[in-house]
């Protein structure tokens, strides 16, 4: 069964960190092209970080660069976000989604980040 679960959401005061982990089954990470998407109420979903197959590479959303790593264990199976100098605006729910040309793309449930003081 194909899933992706993530999880290290919270509440954290403005400036903080937090670290989101993606714990992939039912297929390897390592072939897909692995991406964290955020959306806030009332706002569309938003790419925020790529790492793309084998880990080769990353991209990221003017907003979070400097601040957000994005990084994978293949061997775990696993992806993580590392958020740095968090911002009220960077408050939203946080998604896993795994990408791999002429396959179904998979997403999780989603983890709730709130900055705030």
């Known amino acids: 069964q194909v899933q992706l679960v993530e999880s290290g959401g919270g509440l954290v005061q403005p400036g903080g960190s937090l670290r989101l982990s993606c714990v992939a089954s039912?297929?390897?990470?390592?072939?897909?092209?692995m991406s964290w998407y955020r959306q806030a109420p009332g706002k569309e979903r938003e790419l925020v970080a790529t790492s793309t197959e084998l880990g080769f590479g990353t991209n990221y959303a003017d907003s979070v660069k400097g601040r957000f790593i994005i990084s994978r264990d293949n061997a775990k199976n696993t992806v993580s976000l590392q958020m740095d100098g968090l911002k009220p605006e960077d408050t939203a729910t946080y998604y896993c989604?795994?990408?791999?040309?002429?396959?179904?793309?998979?997403w999780g449930q989603g983890t709730q980040v709130t900055v705030s003081s």
């Open positions: 039912g297929f390897l990470v390592s072939k897909y092209r």
């Open positions: 989604k795994a990408h791999r040309v002429k396959f179904t793309d998979y």
